[in-house]
């Protein structure tokens, strides 16, 4: 997992930070392999919620549709676990991933400006995303 969140993120999780994540109560890690490690997320779940914490592909494996089969999987587990919603945070300049998610039900309910660290790059600001997972019928 670490591997592929180094090839996919500017600022890396290390091996024992991934590792350390996953032991935590209600955290679920998904990985993708297709010719080898592709893809991973890790998703939280806590009173109700769920929260992507991270999912990345590495770039020999993307636009191959793993990023939306672990996005899918990992909805599924969180609705099967009680959560009533989903967010996650995205790079507000990342137009691939924020269709993505607005293609799965996501919807923007916030932003918090400066979020992310791009080294020399500076910062971005992170759009905040929530998908409702409550029942349309009882």
């Known amino acids: 997992m670490a591997a592929i969140h180094a090839l996919a993120f500017d600022r890396p999780w290390s091996a024992p930070e991934i590792a350390q ?21 890790i998703l939280r779940l806590a009173a109700g919620e769920a929260e992507i ?10 636009r191959r549709g793993i990023g939306r089969e672990l996005m899918i999987t990992a909805v599924g587990a969180a609705r ?7 967010f996650l945070e ?3 300049g ?9 293609a799965l039900g996501f ?24 998908l409702d997972l409550t029942p349309l019928c009882d």
Do not use: K
């Open 53 to 62: 914490l991270t999912i990345g592909v590495a770039p020999r494996a993307r």
């Open 21 to 41: 994540m996953l032991a935590s109560p209600g955290v679920l890690g998904f990985l993708c392999h297709q010719e080898g490690p592709a893809g991973l997320l």
């Open 80 to 86: 099967g676990l009680g959560a009533e919603a989903v």
């Open 107 to 130: 919807g923007a309910v916030g932003l918090r400006r400066g979020y992310y660290d791009r080294g020399a790059a500076g910062r971005s600001d992170a759009r905040v995303m929530r």
């Open 90 to 92: 995205v790079d507000d």
């Open 94 to 102: 990342n137009a691939a991933a924020i269709g993505l998610y607005g």
